[in-house]
């Protein structure tokens, strides 16, 4: 399976990215442990990460998943196999919250410890932070770049004015620039990233690894009547989907999957990898046989009448 340059960047990964919200929360060591090998053994190269990811649950700090993570790649060995990507600003912690500078540093450290690893090779600033001054955080990341501690920096949920300006003063400041996005983006949601951000990104040639792929499931056809809905905790987030143009989405999906012998979700991440500017989306699992149910879309090849079917319905 050939790989794809992240951007403009030296990093090539596959279509697919695992997701490691999951990894300490609703995946255990065992499962979680089972879910890498399998990524990898498939053609997997990039998983994905935070240090805030998993402290929403009771009694957890955040910090879970990179741990867990570390854990892997000390049993596993396979450090020089994949490539890791974290963020910072969304847990408080030493040296302040945000993208504070002192907080990136301390953050960056803290996640090199958990991950028992000595680079990050892609680091996300988790959110933007008006309060402080552009280059001063742009500073902050250079420092660990020049350090060897982060190979390339990244941002996820900026707006396209932001994102634009922040590696302008990067590159004023001969600093290393923001080469790689992560938005929200999928079929049903593409108002945050289609128009002026995703024309940047192209224009720019900054790689983009899209989360919430499959609309946390919504994509994957599970949703599909209020019986459905009144099973799942999601079930009020799914049905603004379902009773809007999900269901016309669904639709599209369940004809093309058809015309291809795929699943609904794979078809859904093919579009998305087929999207201008888009290197990979993220996905997460929980298991073994429901990242089986994805890794195929990494060779699922759409015919354009196919990708332009699916476009339509979730215009």
């Given at each position: 399976?050939?790989?794809?340059?992240?951007?403009?960047?030296?990093?090539?990964?596959?279509?697919?990215?695992?997701?490691?919200?999951?990894?300490?929360?609703?995946?255990?060591?065992?499962?979680?442990?089972?879910?890498?090998?399998?990524?990898?053994?498939?053609?997997?190269?990039?998983?994905?990460?935070?240090?805030?990811?998993?402290?929403?649950?009771?009694g957890h700090q955040g910090g879970e998943s990179e741990a867990m993570i570390g854990e892997w790649l000390k049993a596993s060995g396979k450090r020089d196999q994949v490539l890791i990507a974290t963020k910072v600003g969304m847990l408080p912690?030493?040296?302040?919250?945000?993208?504070?500078?002192?907080?990136?540093?301390?953050?960056?450290?803290?996640?090199?410890?958990?991950?028992?690893?000595?680079?990050?090779?892609?680091?996300?600033?988790?959110?933007?932070?008006?309060?402080?001054?552009?280059?001063?955080?742009?500073?902050?990341?250079?420092?660990?770049?020049?350090?060897?501690?982060?190979?390339?920096?990244?941002?996820?949920?900026?707006?396209?004015?932001?994102?634009?300006?922040?590696?302008?003063?990067?590159?004023?400041?001969?600093?290393?620039?923001?080469?790689?996005?992560?938005?929200?983006?999928?079929?049903?949601?593409?108002?945050?990233?289609?128009?002026?951000?995703?024309?940047?990104?192209?224009?720019?040639?900054?790689?983009?690894?899209?989360?919430?792929?499959?609309?946390?499931?919504?994509?994957?056809?599970?949703?599909?009547?209020?019986?459905?809905?009144?099973?799942?905790?999601?079930?009020?987030?799914?049905?603004?989907?379902?009773?809007?143009?999900?269901?016309v989405v669904l639709a599209a999906l369940d004809t093309v999957a058809e015309e291809t012998g795929a699943t609904p979700a794979q078809v859904a991440l093919a579009w998305?990898?087929?999207?201008?500017?888009?290197?990979?989306?993220?996905?997460?699992?929980?298991?073994?046989?429901?990242?089986?149910?994805?890794?195929?879309?990494?060779?699922?090849?759409?015919?354009?009448?196919?990708?332009?079917?699916?476009?339509?319905?979730?215009?």
């Amino acid at each position: 399976m050939p790989l794809r340059r992240l951007g403009s960047t030296d990093l090539m990964i596959a279509p697919l990215v695992l997701g490691g919200n999951v990894f300490g929360w609703t995946a255990d060591r065992a499962a979680s442990f089972a879910v890498l090998d399998a990524f990898v053994d498939q053609g997997g190269v990039m998983i994905d990460t935070a240090d805030v990811y998993s402290a929403w649950v009771d009694g957890h700090q955040g910090g879970e998943s990179e741990a867990m993570i570390g854990e892997w790649l000390k049993a596993s060995g396979k450090r020089d196999q994949v490539l890791i990507a974290t963020k910072v600003g969304m847990l408080p912690g030493e040296g302040g919250e945000k993208l504070a500078p002192a907080r990136i540093a301390a953050a960056a450290e803290a996640s090199l410890q958990r991950l028992g690893t000595d680079r990050i090779d892609l680091y996300f600033a988790h959110q933007d932070d008006e309060d402080q001054p552009q280059e001063a955080v742009m500073e902050a990341f250079a420092k660990l770049v020049e350090a060897g501690k982060v190979r390339v920096i990244g941002a996820s949920n900026f707006h396209a004015a932001r994102l634009k300006s922040a590696n302008e003063a990067a590159r004023d400041a001969g600093l290393p620039r923001y080469h790689v996005l992560q938005p929200e983006y999928n079929l049903v949601s593409r108002h945050k990233f289609e128009g002026e951000l995703q024309d940047y990104c192209v224009t720019e040639n900054v790689g983009v690894v899209p989360y919430y792929g499959l609309a946390a499931g919504f994509l994957t056809g599970k949703y599909r009547s209020d019986d459905d809905l009144s099973q799942s905790v999601r079930g009020a987030k799914m049905g603004e989907l379902l009773h809007g143009k999900g269901a016309v989405v669904l639709a599209a999906l369940d004809t093309v999957a058809e015309e291809t012998g795929a699943t609904p979700a794979q078809v859904a991440l093919a579009w998305l990898m087929a999207q201008p500017g888009v290197t990979a989306p993220i996905a997460s699992a929980t298991s073994v046989k429901q990242l089986s149910e994805l890794t195929p879309a990494m060779r699922l090849s759409l015919s354009e009448a196919q990708l332009a079917r699916l476009t339509d319905s979730g215009a």
